[in-house]
């Protein structure tokens, strides 16, 4: 079974509208970490947020916030008021330590694209 | 500007050869990430150092290593390369051990003939 999954092949979103990335993933451990990554088409990449399994609270940066369920093993990236900028490839990650390493798995990414 | 360099910007080697990436990361900050992107295998973590110590590592290759050194930029050295091993590699820094909070560089793009 794939680790993290991204299923959704591409999005589009309005202007000033609200969009959910979706990410499910897959884990025995109790203790990991999520994270969504944003890679504009200019190729850097850029760490949006991160949310810890342990966590009560759904992480929140900004217009970004993670929609944590844990039970469903979703964690879904909800970004509010969509701007022109937030066009890219966004990629959800897990991290799961074992032993002394610490295993990161990424999906393939999800595609945003920001119309006017 | 994330305020982390690497350089240099992009290298072009052949089959067999060694390379060195560098990264410098933001002031102050004593975590450093490496990570590859490439078209087969997507985005990788390869390993991470805090403050001079190896502190995780990922899917880093045996013909991978990487050092943490005392002003605290890191290098990554890629020997025996193969025509695989193009693609991006990420540095990311964070000021401590944890993972709630990382600043990328802009990349060293290796291509491999």
């Known amino acids: 079974a794939q680790k993290i999954t991204q299923t959704q092949p591409g999005m589009f979103v309005q202007e000033k509208e609200a969009v959910t990335l979706d990410c499910t993933y897959d884990?025995?451990?109790?203790?990991?970490?999520l994270f969504w990554y944003k890679q504009p088409s200019s190729g850097e990449m850029i760490f949006l947020i991160y949310?810890?399994?342990?966590?009560?609270q759904n992480a929140t940066e900004g217009r970004y916030s993670l929609n944590f369920q844990k039970a469903r093993k979703s964690a879904n990236l909800v970004i509010s008021a969509s701007q022109l900028g937030d066009s890219a490839m966004y990629f959800c990650?897990?991290?799961?330590?074992?032993?002394?390493?610490?295993?990161?798995?990424f999906g393939k990414g999800i595609t945003l694209s920001v119309r006017p | 500007d994330s305020g982390v360099t690497q350089t240099p910007k992009h290298l072009i080697t052949a089959t067999g050869q060694r390379v060195t990436l560098r990264c410098s990361p933001r002031?102050?900050?004593?975590?450093v990430y490496w990570y590859q992107q490439s078209l087969d295998q997507g985005l990788q973590f390869l390993i991470q150092?805090?403050?001079?110590?190896?502190?995780a590592k990922g899917n880093i290759l045996e013909r991978f290593s990487a050092q943490q050194f005392p002003d605290l930029h890191s290098e990554l050295n890629l020997s025996s390369l193969e025509l695989g091993d193009s693609a991006l590699y990420f540095c990311?820094?964070?000021?401590?051990?944890?993972?709630?909070?990382?600043?990328f560089g802009p990349g060293t793009r290796l291509t491999v003939l």
């Open positions: 990311a820094s964070s000021p401590h051990r944890g993972w709630n909070e990382q600043f």
């Open positions: 150092y805090y403050n001079g110590e190896e502190r």
């Open positions: 949310q810890g399994s342990y966590d009560e």
């Open positions: 884990t025995s451990d109790q203790s990991y970490g």
């Open positions: 990650a897990m991290r799961e330590d074992t032993g002394a390493n610490s295993k990161l798995t």
């Open positions: 002031s102050g900050d004593l975590s």
